[in-house]
């Protein structure tokens, strides 16, 4: 019903920057809070930025000062522009955003496939 699609990843070296987009697409009525998380090599997924429908933003405490999360919503798009990577920013990087497909329905989370981001000299 609802697809999520990731684009931007890539490999840049330590102190660049990469620009990720997360576009929402398919039976949509609304979108809540759309978010970026993170899952290194091994290790569990976790939050990265979070953006409500309003445009309040949250980070983690790890990019707060280098990443930027911001959301187009006549596009139904997430973004996240990511500054001075460090190494250790290296993950699959997945886009989640909370949808409502009717003014009936609760909002339900929907994921993208993830893109890789690799942070290596």
Do not use: H
């Not at 993170?38 to 707060?64: H, M």
């Not at 460090?86 to 989370?109: F, H, I, M, W």
């Amino acid at each position: 019903q609802v697809q999520l699609v990731e684009s931007g990843g890539g490999l840049v070296q330590p102190g660049g920057s990469l620009r990720l987009s997360c576009a929402a697409s398919g039976r949509i009525f609304s979108i809540n809070a759309m978010g970026w998380y993170q899952q290194p090599p091994g290790k569990q997924r976790e939050l990265v930025a979070r953006i409500t429908s309003g445009g309040s933003t949250e980070y983690a405490d790890s990019v707060k000062g280098r990443f930027t999360i911001s959301r187009d919503n006549a596009k139904n798009t997430v973004y996240l522009q990511m500054n001075s990577l460090k190494p250790e920013d290296t993950a699959v990087y997945y886009c989640k955003a909370a949808v409502e497909t009717s003014s009936l329905a609760y909002a339900r989370d929907y994921w993208g496939q993830g893109t890789q981001v690799t942070v290596s000299s």
